[in-house]
């Protein structure tokens, strides 16, 4: 009877566990969803290159920025990428998602990321949130937000 009650526990088990993964990797990715996925990859290629100019457009004009040593507005973030006072070389990502609500959008990134701090070589891994608002069919960056992942 044991024997019974286990198995039939463990097929259960099973069933839910292989419905949960279908789900999640069935989740249908709309057109919006994959510009926003698009436009935060190429946010860190922009921000990897130093390149302000891209950068000044996207960011918008009230944006937010937190990092592990404080937060800042917009004029301060490009002057410090364009400073190379954090130099952003490399983010890897290794999960992205997206919600939209409304004329919000919230991205989160888990990623590792490279970059030169005051001259030296880190690496750290992030989970990063990245707040997009849409602003007459565009969509600018309002707010991005390190958060350091214990490993």
């Known amino acids: 009877m044991k024997n019974l009650l ?3 526990f463990l097929m259960i088990s099973v069933q839910l566990s292989f419905a949960q993964g ?3 990797a069935s989740k249908v990715i709309t057109k ?3 510009q926003l996925l698009d436009l935060s990859k190429q946010k860190w290629l922009w921000m990897a290159d130093k390149n302000v100019d891209s950068l000044t457009s996207f960011f918008h004009e009230k944006s937010v920025f937190v990092h592990m040593g404080g937060s800042w507005g917009k004029s301060r973030e ?3 990428i364009k400073s190379g006072g954090i130099w952003y070389k490399k ?6 998602s997206v919600q939209i609500i409304g004329n919000t959008a919230i991205l989160l990134n888990r990623i590792t990321l490279l ?3 005051g001259g030296n070589d880190v690496t750290n891994p992030f989970m990063v949130t990245e707040v997009y608002v849409n602003e007459n069919g565009s ?3 309002a707010s991005l937000s390190f ?3 214990s490993t």
């Open 32 to 34: 919006q969803e994959q």
């Open 147 to 149: 958060t350091k992942l």
């Open 78 to 80: 490009l002057s410090v």
């Open 22 to 24: 279908n789900a999640a």
């Open 91 to 96: 983010a890897d990502v290794h999960e992205a």
């Open 6 to 8: 286990f198995t039939f």
């Open 139 to 141: 969509w600018k960056l």
């Open 115 to 117: 970059a030169v701090v």
